[in-house]
């Protein structure tokens, strides 16, 4: 579905219209990424994001299939056919920085896609179903990325895959009998790693069936906008093509300058140097740590350290799990009618807060734990949970919202909710 | 109703996070933390200024000669280098016959059998062969050095946080305990075997100091072998082993950005041109 006014496919040739009476597959696309999809007119530069997540899926696939034709998956061999990887095959080294760097932009623009979400509410009506698939996908990105961390088969892979199927035996009664069945032995081995291996080349493939659900679930009502308001007619939206193309072209330079940037100059900057010694059972690290994207809950996991009618592992685990899973329901957790927290005093500084607490909580999950960091992360944990269960719902009822602007067309026309986040953050509603 | 239970549910987590948070802060109290001696004597790499530094870095492929001739010389009597071949060296700069020599006149020979009896031998490297190992397994190796086992160098430099600048740090940074230190904590009295250096994780590690004297090699291109050049440019030779495309990383790194600052710029002129009537 579409709005009324959104341009219909017209194919020109006579091979576009043989086709088009046959498989609609141009029309699709045109009805999803080209001149037939109405656009809000006022997007800034936050919207580039889902395009850029998935240039940064296509990115980890092409590369990711073609590095899985060099490697091998066996615990005596693995190590040593990534560092054959990069040494002997032909531009190796590009393909495994690419891999490996590019998981990492994958999160951090997928990041600021959540993150743009949580401030503009993306996720309220009629959006629900874009936002929990959204969530979906997170979480097997989350998964994906750790099994591709332990292919490499070095020490934090190791000792990575110990901790995190660790997590299983936490389980009362069966955690165990789980984990050993997860991990087909008693400790990471073959088993696990080929499992991985299988596991980690499915999944992003899973993803990509997700995102289109995810694109699908989003054409319905339409992309969100910086003020929230709804689209009221033609005047507010412009054809996704060539207007957002053009645009998402110059975004994505932006994404390959930084991506560039960070492959070819500082590809080993935000790995572990541990992972260069070959996975070794016998010898534990002296600080495990897991990659910088897991960071916040690795300090939230962490946190829990006093047993209160459950162990303490248990308490963490269930937070950790669970400060992914309460975004599930964050569309009815917060039920103001107002997206935009542009238009919501109490909220925006509540979102604020958050985004400086999950900072704060990275931060404390790659550092060592010792107690100024463990207490650090306790308060930053506990003021996680207590924004999306107790504050936001409570700030939803109570706060009185700043006047919506009529339109969107009126708010560009006063040059608010702009394309400059400058535009949609710092001028006040009432100014019209 | 996902209201209530969701407050009842951070509620709880929010109280044993407080409860954490209490005995976390009261453990601090009763029981603060004491400095140990690594918190006080360990060092962080000093500096190390190398032609391979920073995003124009380049090898100088004199130095890594060098550098070749020290793990020849000195570390390769106890280190593996398992993951680089003969081969590899043409990349520093040596000749086809110069690596032929270099690997046929390796004092270890490269494990093989007997073609007549099947019985385990060995034969003289060629070019293709990896680096052989002084030692035929990790038993060996540990027998052999009071049981500690000397760590493989191909990648030690992408293995240690700064490691090229620990590399050349702890190869400079033996000395004698400080006696301040012995005076704060009594027991950490270096054990006999182990070597005091700040550099090193925990202060004693069990490798002898491996350059002991200026001249301890022979540079053919006449450099002044003192311990800190020896250091040096075997630091700039691991550098090299653990990554040895940083050239041509660099330089695909240089093109890749020029095309993509173009792409840029040419993808900016088409929004904007694109855009030049809508208000947005």
Request: neutral net charge; charged residues 15%.
């Amino acid at each position: 579905m579409s709005f009324p006014w959104a341009k219909q496919y017209e194919p020109k040739l006579p091979l576009t219209r043989w086709l088009d009476e046959r498989l609609p597959v141009p029309r699709l696309v045109y009805n999803s990424l080209g001149g037939g999809y109405p656009v809000p007119r006022n997007l800034n530069y936050f919207w580039n994001f889902g395009v850029l997540a998935g240039a940064a899926l296509a990115i980890q696939i092409i590369t990711g299939i073609v590095l899985a034709m060099h490697y091998a998956a066996n615990g005596a061999v693995a190590f040593d056919s990534v560092e054959s990887i990069m040494r002997d095959v032909n531009a190796g080294w590009f393909l495994r920085y690419a891999h490996a760097n590019g998981a990492s932009m994958f999160f951090i623009v997928v990041y600021t896609h959540i993150f743009r979400g949580l401030y503009y509410g993306s996720y309220k009506a009629p959006r629900e179903m874009v936002w929990l698939l959204g969530v979906t996908i997170f979480l097997l990105m989350m998964a994906t990325a750790f099994m591709g961390y332990v292919l490499p088969w070095g020490q934090m892979s190791f000792w990575g895959a110990q901790v995190i199927t660790g997590f299983f035996s936490a389980i009362p009664l069966v955690g165990d009998t789980i984990r050993i069945w997860l991990l087909g032995g008693f400790a990471p081995d073959n088993a696990a790693l080929n499992r991985f291996f299988s596991l980690h080349y499915l999944l992003p493939f899973v993803i990509a069936g997700v995102i289109i659900l995810h694109i699908w679930a989003l054409h319905i009502p339409g992309s969100n906008n910086p003020t929230g308001v709804d689209v009221k007619g033609e005047q507010d939206t412009v054809p996704f093509h060539p207007y957002y193309t053009a645009k998402d072209g110059f975004g994505l330079g932006i994404f390959l300058l930084i991506f560039a940037s960070l492959l070819f100059f500082f590809p080993n900057y935000l790995g572990h140097p541990d992972n260069y010694i070959p996975a070794n059972p016998l010898s534990t690290p002296a600080h495990i740590v897991p990659e910088w994207y897991f960071w916040p809950f690795y300090a939230i996991l962490r946190a829990f350290t006093a047993d209160f009618i459950l162990p303490a592992k248990l308490w963490g685990v269930l937070a950790m799990f669970g400060s992914i899973l309460l975004l599930f329901f964050l569309p009815w957790l917060d039920s103001s009618p107002v997206r935009s927290m542009n238009y919501r005093p109490k909220a925006r500084i509540a979102f604020w807060v958050l985004v400086a607490d999950i900072l704060v909580l990275g931060y404390c999950g790659g550092a060592p734990a010792n107690a100024f960091y463990v207490i650090l992360s306790q308060i930053c944990a506990a003021y996680y949970f207590a924004h999306f269960l107790i504050i936001l719902p409570i700030i939803s009822r109570s706060e009185r919202p700043r006047p919506l602007p009529n339109s969107i067309t009126e708010a560009v026309l006063n040059k608010q909710g702009g394309t400059s986040p400058a535009h949609t953050a710092l001028k006040p509603a009432s100014a019209h | 109703m996902v209201r209530l239970i969701a407050s009842i549910v951070g509620a709880a987590f929010v109280l044993v996070l407080g409860i954490a948070l209490f005995g976390s802060v009261a453990g601090v109290i009763t029981d603060p933390v004491a400095p140990t001696a690594e918190s006080v004597a360990h060092k962080h790499p000093k500096e190390l200024e190398l032609a391979s530094n920073g995003v124009f870095g380049k090898f100088d492929r004199r130095q890594l000669q060098r550098g070749f001739q020290v793990y020849k010389e000195v570390c390769a009597a106890c280190h593996s280098l398992r993951l680089v071949s003969f081969r590899d060296l043409q990349k520093i700069g040596y000749s086809e016959p110069e690596v032929k020599a270099i690997a046929s006149q390796w004092v270890i020979e490269q494990p093989s059998i007997n073609p007549e009896t099947g019985e385990p031998a060995t034969r003289k490297n060629i070019p293709s062969d990896r680096f052989p190992s002084p030692f035929a397994n990790e038993v060996a190796a540990r027998a052999a050095n009071n049981n500690a086992l000397p760590p493989d160098l191909s990648l030690i430099t992408k293995a240690r946080e700064e490691g090229t600048a620990y590399v050349h740090s702890l190869l400079t940074g033996y000395t004698k305990q400080p006696a301040a230190l012995l005076k704060e904590f009594p027991d950490i009295k270096t054990p006999e075997g182990l070597h005091y250096n700040p550099y090193f994780a925990n202060l004693n590690i069990a490798m002898p100091p491996p350059l002991t004297s200026d001249g301890q090699v022979t540079y053919a291109d006449g450099t002044k072998p003192t311990m800190e050049q020896m250091s040096t440019d075997v630091s700039a030779f691991l550098t090299w082993t653990a990554e040895p495309n940083l050239e041509a990383r660099h330089a695909a790194g240089f093109a890749s950005i020029i095309f993509i600052l173009l792409f840029c710029g040419l993808a900016w002129g088409a929004y904007q041109n694109v855009w030049r009537d809508v208000k947005h």
